[in-house]
């Protein structure tokens, strides 16, 4: 056996090459504070249930007591009346998989057992509704969305319904763009047709209610709208919660009533879950619980405020240097493009090369240019000057050497670089434009085959 002494220090030295969510540098990934007392909470409570489990709550009382606290709390954000229950779960995916659930759940009851449904989801949709559908073996049918507002397309998503049709999903807002999808009318013609709509606030449902109460507009999307069954939201991005607390609302119980397994038949201990994993640590619920309390209203009224005016800011700051934002700012996230192609890659290249992590968004024909991602985050207020003055420096400069190197071996052999992904600050360059010089299914194989080799 070794000593923990000699493990803590391992561990310190693993943990140096990570990058500090703290500084700032990250504008994906993750949603942080920079609040170190609300870290060191975080930490404490995550600690202190760390060996508590929620497979059974009649065992462990805390889990159900968590549990029943921060669903409750997600109800009051998406204004939900007493008709809606919901689930604590692990992630957004875990959240949109038992929506995706329950919605086939209600599909297949009487004369439609048989047949495969659909979910219908914008071309913007987080790709965690295909997966859910790839799961749960249903049928996806891709909508475009405007080019302009990049919000679904209602007119050719109306068009897509059927009597396949088992649910609609939209986004509150959706990632890549950061717009708020027309929830309204697309709930409203669902209703019409009988079809249940989900509404993806993942990113939004923790941070857009108190835009809401700093007075600013956002579309609804919540269950103020007529025809909004389910919704998710997750406490692990705006609600600056540790990873791993997600929560879906089921509008009506029998909607939740899908997404419970049960087996009280196997020889063992009676197994009811309503989450897809079955032991699971209630550390994340008492971290959530105490973040929650630990700000309450005015402490996430405060951090949007912060949000708000580090986008602005930054927003500013890009558009003086030639960057316009492909999308109208509705939410904490930035899409901004350049109109040379080349400038973005350099921007991106440079900043990287700099420390800074910034999202890197493909060309979507007819829909967006390669354009740079931000997730706007309250810890990013105290390093936008920073931010500015480093990509002043970056725009005036030539493109890297390491850049035009790895452009020039990926146009001779767009694969010649797979094997230093992970090992170089240019990796999101050199993994879109390995995309771009390979078709989608050999893409998939190619990614799957990496991917079991990093692994290793
Ligand atoms: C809009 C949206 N929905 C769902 C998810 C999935 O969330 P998670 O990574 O917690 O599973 C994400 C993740 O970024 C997202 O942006």
């Known amino acids: 056996m070794d000593s923990s002494a000699r493990i803590l220090e391992a561990l310190a030295q693993i943990k140096s090459r990570d990058i500090d969510p703290s500084e700032g540098r990250l504008f994906t990934y993750i949603y942080e504070t920079g609040i170190e007392e609300l870290r060191e909470l975080a930490r404490k409570a995550y600690s202190m249930f760390l060996e508590t489990n929620a497979l059974d709550p009649t065992v462990f009382k805390s889990a159900l007591f968590f549990e029943k606290e921060i669903v409750s709390h997600a109800k009051r954000l998406m204004n939900a009346g007493p008709d809606v229950v919901g689930t604590a779960t692990y992630g957004g995916t875990e959240s949109i998989m038992l929506a995706v659930k329950a919605a086939r759940w209600v599909y297949r009851k009487g004369s439609r057992a048989d047949w495969v449904p659909e979910v219908i989801v914008p071309l913007t949709g987080h790709p965690s509704i295909r997966k859910a559908a790839h799961y749960l073996n249903m049928r996806v049918t891709e909508v475009p969305v405007d080019p302009e507002t990049k919000k679904v397309d209602v007119e050719a998503l109306k068009e897509k319904v059927s009597t396949r049709t088992a649910l609609i999903v939209v986004s509150a ?16 013609y669902a209703a019409d047709k009988g079809v249940l709509v989900h509404v993806d606030a993942c990113v939004g449902g923790f941070i857009l209610p108190y835009f809401e109460k700093m007075g600013i507009d956002v579309p609804l999307y919540d269950f103020r709208v007529e025809g909004v069954t389910s919704i998710s939201l997750d406490a692990h991005k705006y609600g600056y919660t540790p990873k791993g607390v997600s929560v879906v609302l089921f509008k009506g119980e029998e909607l939740k009533k899908g997404t419970i397994f049960v087996d009280l038949k196997w020889p063992g201990y009676p197994l009811i879950n309503t989450t897809v994993l079955s032991s699971r640590s209630v550390a994340p619920l008492a971290g959530a619980w105490s973040v929650i ?15 708000v005016r580090a986008r602005d800011e930054l927003l500013a700051g890009l558009r003086r240097l030639g960057f316009n934002n492909l999308a109208p700012v509705e939410s904490p996230l930035l899409s901004l493009g350049l109109d040379d192609e080349m400038e973005l890659f350099k921007y991106h290249a440079g900043m990287s090369l700099k420390g800074w992590v910034i999202g890197l968004q493909p060309k979507v024909e007819g829909v967006a240019p390669y354009n740079i991602h931000l997730t706007v985050m309250p810890v990013h207020e105290k390093v ?22 790895a452009l020039e071996a990926i146009e001779r052999d767009p694969l010649s670089l797979a094997e230093r992904i992970g090992e170089t600050p240019l990796d999101a360059i050199i993994i879109a434009k390995i995309l771009e010089s390979i078709p989608g299914e050999f893409a998939d194989e190619i990614a799957r085959q990496l991917t079991v080799e990093v692994f290793k």
């Open 293 to 307: 309390n630990y700000l309450g209203e005015h402490g996430y009224i405060d951090l949007a405020r912060r949000v």
């Open 384 to 405: 936008v000057d920073q931010y500015l003055r480093d990509s002043e420096e970056v725009m005036r400069s030539p493109p890297p050497r390491e850049l035009v190197e």
């Open 173 to 188: 807002p959706n990632f890549p763009y950061g717009t708020i999808d027309p929830v309204r009318d697309v709930a409203e």
